[in-house]
């Protein structure tokens, strides 16, 4: 789970911006959280950022965050973080540290469409259903390095740590026997050595092209990445992969910079090796999630809702402000932010397995595993001093099988 946030106390979060005589030194910003994810619930918690500008203000020289966040669907995320371009020289450092525990964590199979979405069994309390359900925990450690090759391109090195923890769905009210978990396990497509979770370490490397006008906030320029990530079976559970993700970012000013029209293009492929079904929903790229569908892939798509081998997915945005002014010494606009998003799994995970438990023939099952996704809405966000964006968006799917509607708080632009 990708934590999302979002200050109902703007005007906190205004004043806790650094006044110019700040901006050579240090600046502490302490922040509750109040918000709201359709896949989580409502959110509270606490979040610190400490910025050390060194008088390159609004870019820093060191930065510290560390997030809380409590979820009422009982998940809950802890966060540290560090980024800096000055502590190798040349080099720029990004270090977490994240926790993760959902005992309700969302899971509706593989390969998206193959099998039918039903509302009436996703937490219904009244009959004790929690049917896309099961107990999850994970701790990823990483640190990640870029530097500069040439102009506007630079590569990128992390390694990363990940131990999942797994049970059956064990919480109150609901019944741990009528799982798509346990129908799972007990047909076999999900395998005994991977139904309590595990270790995995991850290999990433990659380059990176950036001549964006403005990183939070871009209103010209192209993001594009390209990643391999390896994971070898160091901790002999008999899984490994190899992956590529690949995405491009373009953002365009449509006569003036008060209108852009951003988008983008993401795919991720699994080249080899025998991934654990608990690493497959694990999407590469700048805002980590799990799955297409969520807040930062498929809006307003069920989270996690498709999983597979592979994945393509493209995002299209129309940020246009609508309103400038300044508060307490910030430069703020309203933006509003029409969108349209789409995805698919272009590979299905363990199609035979799947077809075996399904009853349909193979073309049937990559024929839904394989069906596009979409949904449309609109977000609305208020860019402060270019750096903190506080934002709500609002999806909708084209296909009901997908959900009924994503709402979510969340801080910065999806991409």
């Not at 092209?209 to 002999?236: C, K, L, Q």
């Not at 003036?256 to 029209?261: A, D, G, I, Y």
């Not at 860019?383 to 609002?394: A, H, Q, R």
Request: proline residues 5%.
């Amino acid at each position: 789970m990708k934590p999302v946030r979002f200050s109902l106390l703007l005007l906190l979060t205004l004043c806790a911006q650094p006044s110019r005589a700040d901006r050579d030194g240090w600046s502490f910003n302490p922040l509750p959280i109040a918000g709201y994810d359709s896949d989580f619930g409502l959110m509270f918690g606490g979040y610190v950022d400490l910025n050390c500008f060194g008088g390159l203000y609004p870019s820093y020289r060191h930065r510290f965050c560390a997030e809380v966040l409590v979820y009422s669907r009982h998940a809950s995320a802890y966060t540290l973080e560090y980024d800096s371009q000055y502590l190798i020289p040349g080099i720029r450092t990004q270090a977490k540290v994240y926790f993760d525990d959902n005992p309700l964590y969302q899971f509706y199979g593989f390969n998206g469409s193959v099998l039918d979405y039903d509302r009436n069994l996703n937490l219904n309390r009244d009959r004790g259903i929690a049917f896309y359900s099961y107990d999850r925990q994970y701790l990823n450690l990483q640190v990640e390095l870029s530097g500069n090759i040439s102009g506007h391109l630079s590569w990128t090195a992390r390694p990363s740590f990940w131990q999942y923890r797994i049970r059956e769905l064990n919480w109150n009210g609901y019944d741990p026997d009528n799982t798509l978990f346990r129908q799972y396990r007990q047909a076999g497509l999900i395998e005994d050595g991977e139904a309590d979770g595990g270790n995995v370490l991850e290999l990433k490397a990659g380059l990176k092209y950036d001549t964006r006008d403005i990183e939070a906030a871009p209103s010209r320029g192209i993001y594009a990445d390209v990643n391999i990530d390896a994971a070898p079976d160091i901790f002999g559970t008999g899984y490994d992969y190899l992956k590529i993700a690949a995405r491009l970012r373009h953002y365009v000013s449509l006569g003036t910079e008060r209108v852009v029209l951003a988008y983008s293009l993401a795919y991720q492929s699994t080249l080899a090796g025998n991934p654990a079904f608990y690493s497959q929903p694990y999407i590469l790229h700048s805002k980590p999630t799990e799955g297409l569908g969520g807040a930062t892939t498929l809006r307003g798509v069920l989270f996690n809702r498709l999983t597979g081998n592979d994945y393509l997915w493209s995002n299209v945005e129309l940020r246009t402000r609508i309103l400038d002014f300044h508060f307490l010494g910030r430069r703020v606009f309203a933006v509003a932010t029409p969108f349209l998003d789409a995805g698919m799994v272009t590979s299905p995970f363990r199609p035979e397995r799947q077809a075996a438990f399904t009853g349909l023939s193979a073309s049937d099952l990559n024929e839904k595993a394989r069906r596009l996704h979409a949904s449309y809405g609109i977000g609305a966000q208020l860019v402060i001093d270019y750096n903190f964006i506080p934002t709500i968006m609002f999806g909708i799917p084209f296909d009901r099988n997908d959900g009924d509607y994503g709402l979510y708080m969340t801080i910065d632009y999806t991409f």
